[in-house]
């Protein structure tokens, strides 16, 4: 009886294995960090539920901008020193092709169908397009002096640029490629965001140590709020009651009560933080750090820093780093 108990129990066993075996394997949904880190020629990719890195990726030389096609599942990651940009599929977390420039691009954006690329040419004040499907360039735009940080409006229609040494905003129509008007706005616009309904766009100026807010319907400023030295980007809680800025000058991020139109504390965070992002799924902000290459993890209901995790040197990632693997 103890001989047939025996085997009959290595049987199931087998028919377990034998289970285990032919029920296929799903890759779990994860959101992730892709953090540019411009001294290693790298991007980080930061698995933000579990707050462990997942690896790092070679891409061109001197990684900066970044903007993510979620539809796609790609990652678009500018190169300065090599003139181009790296495309990253995010299933894999390798990259599949490379975007040849003629110029060293910084800002990227692309649309919420990711049918467009576009890339700011910092040197020449142009803003380039690209067809995505066929990957090649649609055609090139003429805009301000220095165009940096760049998002998509949530209807798709238009893109919002900022142009640091013209001291504005210009807004453009994507589908015809226009300028429709430049906002002016304090010192030096870099990183900008919209709110979740995209009614308020924030600006932060560099040299003005400020943050402007547009009315995107009028195309109006309805405030300069204070924030801390040199700040860099900024970021919106899902809500839209509160706003985060880096402050590269204070190894900081203010808080913004956008009720009460003023910075209501300051987050001590690691060295020289440049990129900022708010991740809704596991309810914490993300900001990078160039000087100590880490991210910094707060918490938005204590306004705490809760964590820091290593990554590559030099991190920025300016522009739409967060996204989630379907």
Not at 251 to 265: E, L
Request: net charge positive.
């Amino acid at each position: 009886m103890g001989q047939k108990k025996t085997r009959g129990t290595q049987t199931l066993k087998r028919i377990a294995w034998l289970i285990i075996l032919v029920v296929p394997t799903f890759v779990q949904a994860a959101q992730l960090a892709y953090i540019t880190n411009q001294g290693s020629n790298t991007v980080s990719v930061i698995d933000l539920s579990n707050r462990q890195l997942v690896t790092n990726i070679a891409v061109g030389k001197e990684p900066v901008g970044i903007a993510i096609a979620q539809k796609q599942q790609r990652v678009y990651i500018s190169n300065v020193l090599s003139r181009s940009v790296s495309i990253i599929d995010m299933k894999t977390n390798k990259v599949t092709g490379e975007i040849a420039l003629d110029i060293a691009p910084v800002g990227l954006a692309v649309t919420p169908n990711g049918k467009t690329l576009m890339v700011a040419d910092w040197y020449h004040g142009r803003i380039l397009f690209y067809d995505t499907v066929k990957n090649v360039k649609q055609g090139d735009l003429l805009v301000g002096k220095a165009p940096s940080g760049m998002v998509v409006s949530r209807d798709s229609s238009q893109l919002f640029v900022a142009d640091r040494d013209s001291d504005d905003v210009v807004v453009i129509d994507i589908k015809s490629a226009k300028v429709l008007r430049h906002i002016p706005v304090e010192r030096h616009p870099y990183g900008l965001a919209l709110n979740a309904d995209g009614s308020v766009l924030y600006v932060v100026n560099v040299e003005s140590n400020s943050v402007s807010a547009i009315d995107t319907k009028n195309s109006k400023v309805t405030a300069n709020i204070k924030v801390g030295e040199h700040p860099y980007c900024v970021t919106v809680s899902p809500d839209g009651a509160w706003i985060y800025v880096t402050n590269t000058g204070g190894d900081s991020v203010s808080v913004i009560d956008v009720a009460q139109g003023k910075a209501i504390t300051k987050i001590s965070v690691d060295g020289f933080p440049e990129g900022i992002a708010y991740d809704v799924t596991n309810k914490q902000i993300i900001a990078t750090s160039w000087l100590e290459d880490s991210i910094t993890i707060i918490d938005p209901v204590t306004n705490r820093k809760v964590k820091s995790i290593a990554t590559g040197s030099k991190s920025r990632s300016f522009g739409q780093f967060i996204g989630n693997t379907d």
